[in-house]
């Protein structure tokens, strides 16, 4: 079993930055693979990106590749989500996952473990 929070949502302005925090307790989150989603009011949960176990690979949502980077701190049990150039269009609740599976994925159906989720709004 694992708890997820997350951290490091707010307010900012457009082509402002924030970084988001997941701290993961319980089952320590090296033996998972740490995503990062999101939704925005009415929409459906997307797919922002994703980080293996060993940090060694990562994949992006097109929308977001270039501007997001996600990293992890295995010996924190922390997964970082650093956001610049941020767009209006990033507004949304975000949540941190973890994946128990090898690899990564870009699917929320194969997560096992969710966070409450942060939010972010991006004014214009």
């Known amino acids: 079993q694992v708890q997820l929070v997350e951290s490091g949502g707010g307010l900012v302005q457009a082509g402002g930055s924030l970084r988001l925090s997941c701290t993961a307790s319980g089952r320590t989150s090296s033996t998972y693979a740490m995503g990062w989603h999101r939704q925005a009011p009415g929409k459906e949960r997307e797919f922002v990106a994703v980080i293996c176990r060993s940090a060694k690979t990562t994949d992006y949502a097109d929308s977001v590749k270039g501007r997001f980077t996600i990293s992890r701190d295995n010996a924190k049990n922390t997964v970082y989500l650093q956001m610049n150039s941020l767009k209006p269009e990033d507004t949304a609740v975000y949540y941190c996952?973890?994946?128990?599976?090898?690899?990564?994925?870009?699917?929320?159906?194969?997560?096992?473990?969710w966070g409450q989720g942060t939010q972010v709004t991006v004014s214009s």
């Open positions: 996952a973890a994946d128990r599976r090898i690899g990564v994925s870009t699917l929320a159906s194969t997560y096992d473990y």
